[in-house]
């Protein structure tokens, strides 16, 4: 006999949309340390300091994932991974501006970039704005 029910589908979605936010920042913050020169490379010329941008981008990033693995500051740690988000998508669009300054990307790559972060918003949101599990809403 089965103790233990499993869980309902919203919940696996859930645990999916966690553990693909978790290793996209993980991955993400980690790649800010290892490839630190090419991270800095994105960064549009007009943001001062970008060594300094992107380590501190890295340290946010690796907090945020590391947030989401304690449930008491998970949804503060997805509305801050949002934000995070939003607050490089200039460096996206700098690379889609200066294709000619990434020839090691293909430009379809650049184009799928803002789609794809758009889709890693709608989750983190919706994640976010989910009931915590057991508060009967």
């Known amino acids: 006999?089965?103790?233990?029910?499993a869980p309902s589908s919203?919940?696996?979605?859930?645990?999916?949309g966690l553990a693909l936010v978790f290793l996209w920042f993980l991955?993400?913050?980690?790649a800010h340390f290892v490839f630190t020169g090419a991270e800095m490379s994105i960064v549009p010329p007009w943001m001062p300091w970008p060594r300094e941008?992107?380590?501190?981008?890295?340290?946010?990033?690796?907090l945020g994932a590391v947030g989401l693995l304690w449930r008491p500051v998970r949804r503060a740690a997805l509305w801050g991974l949002f934000v995070l988000t939003i607050a490089v998508t200039p460096a996206h669009i700098y690379m889609l501006q200066q294709p000619a300054l990434f020839p090691s990307v293909?430009?379809?790559?650049?184009?799928?970039?803002?789609?794809?972060?758009?889709?890693l918003l709608a989750l983190i949101a919706w994640l976010a704005l989910r009931p915590a599990a057991g508060s009967g809403r």
């Open 27 to 30: 991955l993400g913050g980690l």
């Open 1 to 5: 006999m089965n103790r233990h029910p």
């Open 10 to 16: 919203p919940r696996k979605a859930e645990r999916a």
């Open 106 to 119: 293909p430009y379809w790559a650049l184009l799928l970039r803002l789609p794809i972060q758009a889709a």
């Open 53 to 62: 941008a992107v380590l501190i981008s890295g340290v946010a990033e690796l």
